[in-house]
């Protein structure tokens, strides 16, 4: 896979651009990479773009462990590399256990996930695999994690979907030529592993 586009540098954007990469060179473990990279190509809508990634990585009510286990099921159900290559040495960091990950990789539900975690596996999967959740796992989540952390989850999930197209549609390869972390699976392949 070859990157659709080339790399920007800082150097060569213009000075307005300039404070937005400021912003996010603080933030980002692929200084102007991965997403940034296709982003700053529309740098009104990477200062928005950006502003809700802060929130949703760094403020947002769900808490690091069960962010970024939402962020690497984004990433499986889109076959997007570089996002779980990105975010599963930070899901580690923050706690999940390297069997559910391992489960997740491989487009199986985790088998030894927490109560907490399978909430938001169920959650993830059924929103973003059927665009709706259940009445019954509606409540669930808001009587376990209250209507705001709800509503954050939800979005977080609607944005690594955005964020999973933009990586796959630039075909960001995965730094220093390293190879792929996820089988590249059909669609339906994948509905039908992770609705299981």
Request: aromatic share 6%; net charge negative; charged share 25%.
């Amino acid at each position: 896979m070859t990157n659709r586009l080339a790399q920007v540098r800082y150097e060569e954007l213009p000075a307005h651009v300039r404070p937005l990469a400021d912003d996010i060179l603080k933030v980002s473990s692929a200084a102007l990479g991965g997403p940034y990279n296709a982003l700053l190509r529309s740098p009104d809508m990477a200062r928005r773009c950006f502003d809700l990634l802060d929130y949703l990585r760094f403020k947002t009510t769900v808490n690091k462990r069960l962010n970024e286990f939402a962020i690497l099921i984004q990433a499986r159900i889109a076959n997007a590399q570089y996002e779980w290559w990105a975010h599963e040495p930070i899901a580690r960091r923050a706690g999940l256990s390297d069997g559910v990950m391992r489960d997740l990789q491989q487009c199986r539900r985790p088998v030894t996930m927490l109560d907490d975690e399978r909430l938001v596996y169920d959650y993830c999967v059924q929103l973003t695999l059927n665009h709706r959740v259940s009445d019954a796992l509606w409540l669930e989540a808001v009587n376990s994690m209250g209507e705001q952390t709800v509503i954050d989850l939800t979005v977080l999930a609607g944005t690594y979907v955005m964020v999973s197209m933009l990586l796959n549609a630039t075909e960001i390869s995965i730094p220093g030529g390293g190879e792929p972390p996820l089988e590249v699976l059909a669609p339906e392949e994948i509905r039908q592993r992770l609705l299981a």
